[in-house]
């Protein structure tokens, strides 16, 4: 038994230590904003933060997770300002990519409010966008960057540094 | 329906102007919907509606609020379809924009035909959908012109309003007091005046609006097939045999899985369609157990014949083809080539290649396969249902009327989705089981099903006089064909009507270059055709064929002498058939000589460094029956040390017609161009023993956010037919690239994806 806080409120799951998280928290926990893409830690879709660190969550075990903070595209609940960026510059394509991307630029914006465009290409570059939306997601980063002195924080006890 | 009347379904399709219309109100809503062609007379619209006497793709309801649902059966993959096909009704029905609603429904052959592909949908949809909007304004304006007492012609219809002086009257107050029972004839339909692009208020260049279905996908809420879920399903994940074809099961050893909690044993499939052979599935109760499970079963093989098939062996098949003329199908031929050679005081000679590669949508396949109420409920997400329905219904034995396929979003599409081969496993599993099943593919078994753009290879040969002038050019090209295994009812005949030719893998080849002399071949290549099925990939031939053809045209311009850019313009002059034609190609090629000459005015002033260079290159996808007129043109420097190619800028000047959702079009334009460079420079994916050889992210590197150059879009203003945007931007740019290439260090590089080992290698030569 393994227990843990998701999007703010504490679960068990009996799952197999070494299962990926991403499958704890689509089917048995039925959070399906979260996406898997690939598997293997390279494309993003299926992140999610752990304490506040963007966590690539189908390559973390659910073990790994005992104890630990999970936040998933669900517990932005529609108010963060990337989301009304990502919709005032019309990102999304297909949108399976999306919920990582968003997830991914929330650590970014979290410590570092007023990126450079070189910081955001660092920051966002091992998230993969086959629709190719890159230059919306761009943007749109940079609108939620200055449009909000403000944002909402996910986890108000995150810390650390991105993963 | 069977695949003998596929065509006859599509032309259907396309003239959904010859289907009747109705406007019927039933209990609290005004329903609008398509007909057959010709009406059963005996009922009225209102009987026709009620009885569901109606075979649309497309209909509409308005309640008595005046909100509008618009039920479209187009797949949802990032292209915002529904939103455009809205605003092109309302604009006409004069409704509120902001009532304006769009539901996907789920697929029934009941639907009629049903494809997204092709970039089709708006040039499909644009008239009749005007025109269904004019009928429906014409019913409300008439039912309200009754209910204020004045006559019809001192009304107009504003915004959800009919009007007449300062009495007006609100959609939804005459949906709930109005009788409205009208039919519209094929003819009468057709005949409805629509609006000219200028008096377009919702649609147009200068239409600044948003998509309808982005909001649930920045949420998560969004319902993609992966998401779904029905009670009592085992998931499943298959076991990928060694060869796409003629493999079969001789063994399964699976005593190490049994020791898995949640594991509930394996399947071999038999599959009466013969979409797949050689298949296993292995069932649990969750996913990550059939994942482990699937590392755990054993399973031995016989191999398919294709077993040891490398590229080099598709390639050196593909030279062979093209090198013979008694090879394949001649589908262009102009003047006469023969005589052109013959006279030639001299030729030059290329042959052209592109690497194997793959559509890495982001959503691996996954569907669920339930028997339900004596019928088959399919969960995923396809773009073509009705090329799918039948091989569904075929593998599971029943009447397509028995097969319903249930519509979600779609995690990237670009053509993977078209034929829905990976629902077979999925019902053959849960036939065999008993019970509803998930499959579910992790990306290697995705990437290894995946349906292939097909490695090619074109040989071009151009004729010259003493005097270098350009007399003609022939160009023969070969690859694995995606129509020829998917839908040969599509096969199109050869220029003397003998033979067969998949237009989609020919198509741009038929250029609108004015030449006097023009020959063009086009090959199956039968070693990539028995490997694996060819796949259409975003853009389709046109991505390779075009990289060849843009190149070469580079190349002769340099023999003979000329500025590529004003040997283009030249040839460029709209005469003969390339005058284009009414509705789909007005202006033919003059449209596309006026975006390169835009283009050439906007990059006449760009700086470029050491070793930089601008390449440029036109397009007209996807087909010369609907072509989108593009030019494009690439920054780019080069490292000659490393042989790194960086793409500093791109732009691109389009001309597509009616530009019915300018920002949509910017989005496909950018995601186009970007796919584009992507299959440019990163993208291959060679073939090893009968498979592709890299099966994951890890290995196979599309572009990512640090790869993005500049792009420079412009959307020409124009009074023409809308044509589709989805796909044309991705065939400009590698031939733009390898073009800037030659004009920054002088190597013409003829294989795609361009490498650096390609540019230092041909440095060194
Ligand atoms: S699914 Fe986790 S990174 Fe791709
Ligand atoms: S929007 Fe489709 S993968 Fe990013």
């Given amino acids: 038994m393994i227990e843990f806080t998701l999007n703010g409120k504490k679960v068990q799951t009996d799952a197999a230590s070494d299962t990926p998280l991403v499958w704890v928290i689509r089917d048995e926990f039925g959070l399906k904003g979260t996406k898997f893409g690939c598997g293997v830690a390279m494309c993003g879709a299926c992140t999610v933060h752990i304490d506040g660190n963007a966590i690539r969550s189908c390559s973390y075990p659910v073990s790994l997770a005992k104890g630990k903070n999970v936040n998933t595209i669900e517990s932005l609940n529609n108010e963060h300002p990337l989301q009304s960026a990502w919709v005032e510059e019309q990102v999304p394509q297909c949108g399976y990519c999306q919920s990582g991307q968003i997830m991914q630029a929330a650590t970014l914006l979290d410590r570092n409010p007023n990126p450079s465009d070189q910081d955001i290409v660092n920051h966002m570059s091992a998230n993969y966008c086959r629709c190719m939306a890159y230059a919306r997601i761009k943007k749109a980063i940079k609108r939620a960057a200055t449009s909000s002195v403000q944002y909402f924080d996910p986890n108000a006890s995150s810390e650390g540094e991105n993963a | ?765």
């Fill in chain 2, 1 to 765: 329906m069977s695949m003998k009347n596929i065509s006859q379904e599509k032309k259907d399709m396309i003239n959904l102007s010859r289907r009747s219309f109705m406007v019927g109100s039933m209990k609290t809503s005004l329903f609008m919907a398509f007909g057959a062609a010709a009406i059963p007379s005996l009922l009225s619209a209102k009987e026709s509606i009620e009885t569901k006497q109606f075979s649309p793709n497309i209909w509409f309801e308005m309640d008595t609020d005046g909100n509008v649902i618009v039920n479209i059966a187009k797949a949802e993959m990032g292209q915002h379809i529904g939103t455009p096909i809205a605003r092109i009704l309302a604009d006409e029905l004069e409704c509120d924009w902001d009532k304006v609603s769009i539901v996907h429904v789920d697929t029934d052959p009941k639907w009629g035909y049903m494809v997204t592909g092709g970039s089709w949908s708006i040039f499909h949809t644009y008239k009749p959908m005007s025109q269904a909007g004019a009928a429906g304004r014409m019913v409300l304006i008439d039912a309200g012109a009754k209910l204020l007492g004045v006559p019809a012609n001192s009304c107009k219809a504003e915004k959800g309003f009919v009007i007449s002086g300062n009495k007006k009257i609100s959609y939804g107050d005459i949906v709930a007091n109005g009788n409205v029972d009208k039919t519209f004839s094929a003819d009468e339909l057709a005949e409805l005046p629509i609006k000219p692009g200028k008096k377009r208020h919702l649609i147009g260049v200068n239409a600044d609006y948003k998509a309808l279905d982005i909001p649930p996908k920045t949420n998560g809420t969004a319902v993609y097939g992966i998401d779904v879920e029905v009670e009592n399903m085992l998931y499943a994940r298959p076991i990928l045999p060694p060869t796409r074809y003629g493999s079969a099961v001789t063994n399964v050893d699976d005593s190490k899985a049994k020791s898995l909690p949640g594991y509930k044993g394996y399947k071999v499939l038999t599959d009466p369609s013969g979409t797949i052979e050689g298949w296993v599935t292995v069932l649990a109760t969750d996913y990550p157990t059939a994942i482990k499970a699937v590392d755990m079963v054993k399973v031995s093989y016989n191999a398919g014949k294709t077993a040891n098939v490398s590229e080099a062996d598709i390639q050196k098949e593909g030279e062979r083809i093209v090198r013979d003329r008694k090879e394949g199908t001649v589908f262009v031929d102009e003047g006469n080539i023969e005589l052109a050679q013959s006279k030639a005081a001299q030729t030059i000679e290329a042959l052209y290649t592109t690497a194997t590669a793959n559509h890495f949508q982001l959503e691996p396949l996954n569907a669920i396969a339930e028997f339900k109420g004596g019928k088959w409920h399919i969960h995923t997400g396809n773009q073509w249902q009705s090329l799918t329905l039948p091989t569904v219904a075929k593998a599971a034995e029943v009447p397509e009327s028995d097969v319903i396929l249930h519509q979600y979003y779609l995690g990237g599409g670009f053509g993977r989705r078209l034929y829905g081969d990976w629902i077979v496993p999925a019902l053959l599993t849960a036939k065999a089981a008993g019970q509803p099943v998930k499959l579910v593919f992790m990306r290697p078994d995705d990437t290894l099903f995946d349906q292939p753009r097909s490695a090619s290879t074109s040989l071009f040969n151009a004729s010259f006089d003493e005097n270098n002038q350009f007399l003609g050019m022939e160009h023969a090209l070969a690859a694995g064909w995606p129509t020829l295994k998917m839908a040969p009812g599509f096969l199109a005949p050869g220029v003397s009507g003998e033979g067969k030719v998949d237009m989609f893998s020919a198509s741009g080849a038929d250029h609108w270059y004015t030449m006097s002399h023009h020959r063009a071949r086009a090959v199956n290549n039968k070693v990539a055709q028995d490997t694996f099925t060819p796949g259409w990939l975003r853009s389709v031939g046109q991505g390779w064929i075009v990289w060849g053809l843009e190149s070469f045209i580079d190349e002769v311009a340099m023999k003979a002498n000329k500025d590529p850019v004003d040997f283009r313009l030249a040839m460029l002059d709209g005469k003969g058939k390339q005058g284009g034609k009414a509705p789909e190609s007005v202006g033919g090629a003059t449209r596309l000589a006026n975006t390169l000459d835009i283009l050439k005015k906007k990059t006449a002033n760009v700086k470029l460094g050491a070793d930089e260079g601008i390449g440029y290159s036109v397009s007209a996808g996807q087909e010369r029956t609907m072509p989108a007129w593009l030019a494009t043109a690439a920054h780019v420097h080069v490292n000659k040390r490393t042989g790194k190619i960086t793409v500093k800028k791109l732009w691109v000047v389009s001309d597509a017609g009616i530009v019915i959702h300018p920002d949509g079009a910017i989005a496909q334009l950018e995601g186009s161009l970007l796919w584009g460079l992507s299959l440019a420079l990163f993208e291959h994916n060679e073939v090893k023993n009968g498979q592709v050889s890299k099966t994951n992210l890890h290995t196979y590197l599309p572009l990512r956010m640090n790869d993005v150059p500049e792009m420079d879009i412009e959307l020409v203003e124009s009074e023409e037919f809308p044509v589709g945007l989805g796909e044309p931007g991705v065939i400009g740019v590698a031939p733009a690239i390898g073009n800037a290439v030659y004009q920054a260090i002088g190597v013409r590089l003829r294989h795609l994806p361009m490498l650096a080992q390609h540019v230092t290698a041909a440095l060194k030569a």
